[in-house]
T-cell receptor, first 115, second 110 residues
Framework: DAMVIQNPRYQVTQFGKPVTLSCSQT?????MYWYQQKSSQAPKLLFH???????NEADTPDNFQSRRPNTSFCFLDIRSPGLGDAAMYLC??????????????FGPGTRLTVL | GQSLEQPSEVTAVEGAIVQINCTYQ??????LSWYQQHDGGAPTFLSY????GLEETGRFSSFLSRSDSYGYLLLQELQMKDSASYFC???????????FGTGTLLAVQP
């Protein structure tokens, strides 16, 4: 059974047209993360939520926003996608256990194409 | 800041043993994790070391030396399905967000 679900799996948008990616989880985990992964690169953390507390990475562009309306769902909004935003976007969850091994569970990702 | 360096590519043959190294720099250490990612797939957790020494999980083992800021992932009895990218990662902060290494692409040949 899928534990971290991302929709859609593939998204095509036009340059400058807002797009929203969604993530849901059935694990009841406290923390939800959004990563951007470009071809042949490591996943790069954009931001994460611990419950309702939003934590932005210092180098995440303002063009990227996120919402977490409840424990199960988290959204990534790209307000004005540029060609450089074409990437795989990965959602992950974890319990958020402080200072201990805390496995992250990743969704299958949404591949974003910007035309 | 934090950084992790890995070899970009490793090639090995089926049935062999391969070691993927990871050196890191960090101001505070909570452990070193390893993730596997097949092409087009999601990263999946493999192993975690908080203390020095070897952790074994089936064909995969992970080693850590905190004094050397170094770890490695050891894959034994390689199979074709082990062809994937492997990332070491540092859990950081109260929510264990991950800072990923540069990644190593493992190609297993017949």
């Amino acid at each position: 059974d899928a534990m971290v679900i991302q929709n859609p799996r593939y998204q095509v948008t036009q340059f400058g047209k807002p797009v929203t990616l969604s993530c849901s989880q059935t694990l009841n985990h406290n923390v939800m993360y959004w990563y951007q992964q470009k071809s042949s690169q490591a996943p790069k953390l954009l931001f994460h939520y611990y419950d309702k507390d939003f934590n932005n990475e210092a180098d995440t562009p303002d063009n990227f926003q996120s919402r977490r309306p409840n424990t199960s769902f988290c959204f990534l909004d790209i307000r004005s996608p540029g060609l450089g935003d074409a990437a795989m976007y990965l959602c992950a969850t974890s319990r958020g256990t402080t200072g201990k091994a805390d496995t992250q569970y990743f969704g299958p990702g949404t591949r974003l194409t910007v035309l | 800041g934090q950084s992790l360096e890995q070899p970009s590519e490793v090639t090995a043959v089926e049935g062999a043993i391969v070691q993927i190294n990871c050196t890191y720099q960090t101001s505070g250490f909570y452990g070193l994790s390893w993730y596997q990612q097949h092409d087009g797939g999601a990263p999946t957790f493999l192993s975690y070391n908080a203390l020095d020494g070897l952790e074994e999980t089936g064909r995969f083992s992970s080693f850590l030396s905190r004094s050397d800021s170094y770890g490695y992932l050891l894959l034994q009895e390689l199979q074709m399905k082990d062809s994937a990218s492997y990332f070491c990662a540092l859990p950081r902060g109260a929510t264990n967000k991950l800072i990923f290494g540069t990644g190593t692409l493992l190609a297993v040949q017949p």
